[in-house]
């Protein structure tokens, strides 16, 4: 028995669902995971009438594709979907049954007007967390549109394939043969990769906004909300919505929120905003913002869109450190998120650069999952927090550098070194790992606008206590101010300040 007996009850609920007919099509061996594999899909056969099995030879053994009767979705499980893939799994069977998906009707057809063939592959870990996302996305996609395929990998039981592309993160997204991308991504990022853009014109057609919100992580969500609670036209343009959260994994300090998860985060943060009338405008990149007779805020498509106010929330991102190899070697080794990429480096050796709150968590979590850590600090000591620093120290597979100054990261195909100088000796000094975890810190996303918006020595956001800028109308909130906290509690007290604040600037002008 694959599965035990509190997920088949479970399964047995989703798998009343069904509202048509599937046939898996099996290409199996005699192998350990081909066993697996088809105790699996021979348990879903006993578990419903509605799923059929039949042999097949597809491109990789073991593997098993998601049909209806004869017609092919496209969909492939490469391995055996357990661990965080049971969920694609089960989303597949039911929406290739015929059940529709959880989506905007806006993105299904945009979906299925996607023209040209796109055959993905995304190699996958069945303990990531943010690969169910990517994998359901792409499932999706290949449900709804005939030109579209996509097989899930899973790299364990594809070690050799995985090792021959160099998949040193997950997820890892190829199309059509070529690197696609890593990473979390969500539907919404990978149509915008793909299908053509919406036309500029939707864009400058719209009427004015009383308060358009830039960026759309907790500050920009929190200040909409607050916008479109005192009745006036609000809108939100974002990058990415969800921001910075869509990459964290565990949330433990939300007051009244126990624990949860960033994506699911976000999705009730996205939940909450769609409860008013707010207009989202969501991988839509800002690239500029004019004050005229209302604030004029321009788009990567060159569509405009016009506002008397405006709340510029567009956080921060990774610090990079900017020397030669960390570009080249970037998901080759070199990684930002030890939460997502911590387990591919599972008995190898790696370094976390910085010694500030973020490194020196990183370095612990990865000591739990590494053979070894290295810490590289450039300062004379450690700045974490003391109670930080002493578990730090506890761990025998840890080594701190201090005055360390990273200087390159080398390998051939993959990571496989870092230099760096001794700032007290002026020595430099190699060591052999497979992994270096860049946590530096953050900078804000503010390039895009110029120097008549006050900002600090490092491009933050100065804002006074209702978050303005030195701009009338224009107000800041979140990490890409000068606010000295970077948290997500924060960022949305400083989003509602915003549109407080903005309100009260409409109602006397
Ligand atoms: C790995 C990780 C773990 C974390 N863990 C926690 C935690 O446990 N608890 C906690 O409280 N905080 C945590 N934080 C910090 C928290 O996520 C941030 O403080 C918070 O997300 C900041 O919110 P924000 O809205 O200001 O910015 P962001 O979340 O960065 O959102 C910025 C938004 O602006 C958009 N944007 C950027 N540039 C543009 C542009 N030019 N045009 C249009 N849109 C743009 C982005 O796409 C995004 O939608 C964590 C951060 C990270 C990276």
Redesign the pocket.
């Known amino acids: 028995m694959v599965l035990d007996a509190q997920i088949k009850s479970q399964l047995n609920q989703y798998l009343e669902l069904m509202e048509g007919d599937v046939v898996l099509k099996v290409s199996a061996g005699d192998d350990d995971v081909s066993k697996e594999m088809i105790g699996l899909t021979d348990e879903l056969v006993s578990m419903s009438p509605r799923i059929t099995v039949e042999n097949a030879q597809l491109k990789r053994t073991p593997s098993f594709s998601v049909n209806r009767p004869g017609e092919e979705t496209g969909i492939t499980f490469a391995g055996v979907p357990l661990g965080h893939e049971f969920t694609s799994l089960v989303l597949a069977l039911l929406q290739v049954s015929g059940r529709a998906p959880k989506a905007d009707q806006s993105v299904i057809d945009q979906i299925s007007k996607i023209s040209g063939e796109f055959h993905f592959e995304t190699y996958v870990s069945l303990s990531c967390h943010n690969c169910p996302d990517v994998v359901q996305a792409l499932n999706l996609m290949s449900v709804l549109n005939p030109n579209i395929t996509h097989t899930m990998i899973d790299g364990a039981a594809f070690k050799e394939e995985a090792e021959s592309n160099n998949v040193m993160a997950v997820p890892s997204v190829y199309v059509n043969g070529e690197f696609f991308g890593g990473g979390r991504m969500t539907l919404e990022e990978i149509i915008g990769e793909i299908a053509d853009g919406p036309d500029p014109d939707e864009f400058n057609n719209k009427d004015p906004y009383d308060v358009l919100v ?8 929190s200040a909409a909300i607050y916008a479109a609670r005192k009745g006036i036209r609000t809108g939100i ?9 869509l ?8 007051i009244s929120v126990k624990q949860t998860e ?1 994506p699911k985060f976000v999705a009730s943060l996205e939940e909450h905003v769609k409860d008013y009338n707010i207009d989202v405008m969501n991988l ?4 500029s913002i004019e004050k005229k007779d209302q604030f004029e805020v321009e788009l990567d498509n060159g569509g405009v869109l016009k506002s008397k106010s405006v709340i510029v ?6 610090r990079q450190l900017g020397v030669p190899g960390e570009e080249e070697f970037k998901n080759k080794g070199v990684a930002y ?1 030890p ?1 997502c990429d911590g387990p591919l480096f599972e008995g190898k050796d790696v370094a976390v650069i910085g010694g500030g709150n ?1 490194g020196v968590e990183a370095a612990i979590d990865l000591a739990g999952i590494v053979n070894n850590v290295t810490v590289l600090e450039f300062g004379s000591e450690l700045k974490a927090d003391e109670v930080l620093q002493k578990r730090l120290n506890s761990l025998s597979n840890v080594t701190v550098h201090t005055n360390a100054q990273t200087t390159e990261i080398t390998g051939s195909d993959n990571v496989e070194g870092l230099t760096y100088v001794d700032r007290e000796t002026q020595e430099e000094k190699h060591v052999e790992l497979d992994g270096v975890f860049v946590q530096i810190g ?1 900078v804000p ?1 503010t390039e ?1 606008m110029d120097d008549s918006v006050e900002q600090s020595r490092i491009g933050e956001v100065v804002v006074d206590k209702h978050n303005a800028t030195n701009i009338p109308g224009l107000f800041a ?4 101010t000068d606010s000295p906290n ?6 949305m007290g ?2 509602a300040n915003a549109a407080l604040g903005s309100f009260d600037y409409l109602i006397r002008n």
Do not use: K, Y
Request: include cysteine; charge should be negative.
């Open positions: 830039v960026g759309g992580g907790p500050a920009g969500a343009v974002a990058e990415r919505f969800g921001g910075q959260v990459d964290t994994m565990s949330i433990e300090n939300f960033g839509q990149r800002v690239s929330s567009t956080g921060a991102r990774w998120c939460h973020s953050l996303n895009w909130a979140g990490d890409c970077n948290q997500i509690i924060i960022s400083d989003g």
